[in-house]
């Protein structure tokens, strides 16, 4: 019985041997795959930020595109409004009486201060006149307050004219 016992009891050290080693084998390979998984994982990751950092940058272009689009159109419009002070100075020196000269002058005064402010417009880029805006409203709320009251009266008064209707 003797050899019985040891025929057995190295039977199961064999198994155990093998079991350990098929462990062994098995959290290699395991860790091996993690690991792989993890570089992967790391790729993916860089990828999609430059995708992200890239589409961000191509969404930044265009805001800044269509930013600058629209600080051109209103310089455009600026030296416009400045033009036609200029037009409204001469009618009025057309016309007679001592007010008048007073009423031209003070059209190409405004028609002079829109030109200044339409060349300071030019000379910057969008981004500092989003910064002199800020500071603006900061430090004169009450001024921006009332600008924008006074541009919504005279925007109803403009839409209420232009409707076609006889109201007064």
């Known amino acids: 019985m003797d050899e019985n016992s040891r025929t057995i009891t190295d039977l199961a050290d064999d198994v155990a041997k093998n079991a350990g080693d098929v462990a062994e084998d098995v959290t290699a390979k395991a860790s091996g795959r993690a690991a792989r998984a993890r570089e992967k994982a790391e790729e993916v990751i860089v990828e999609m930020k430059d995708e992200v950092s890239e589409i961000a940058s191509k969404a930044g272009e265009g805001a800044r595109h269509a930013a600058s689009s629209g600080?051109?159109?209103?310089?455009?419009?600026?030296?416009?409004?400045?033009?036609?002070?200029?037009?409204?100075?001469?009618?009025?020196?057309?016309?007679?009486?001592?007010?008048?000269?007073?009423?031209?002058?003070?059209?190409?005064?405004?028609?002079?201060?829109?030109?200044r402010f339409s060349s300071r417009m030019k000379?910057?880029?969008?981004?500092?006149?989003?910064?002199?805006?800020?500071?603006?409203?900061?430090?004169?709320?009450?001024?921006?307050?009332?600008a924008a009251a006074l541009v919504g009266f005279a925007l109803a008064r403009y839409l209420k004219g232009g409707s076609g209707s006889d109201e007064a």
Do not use: F, H, S, W
């Open 71 to 115: 600080k051109d159109m209103a310089c455009d419009a600026l030296d416009g409004l400045a033009e036609a002070a200029r037009q409204i100075a001469g009618k009025i020196d057309e016309g007679k009486g001592g007010n008048n000269a007073i009423a031209a002058d003070y059209a190409r005064k405004v028609a002079q201060g829109v030109e």
């Open 123 to 146: 000379a910057k880029d969008v981004a500092e006149i989003a910064d002199d805006a800020r500071t603006v409203v900061r430090e004169n709320p009450a001024l921006v307050v009332g």
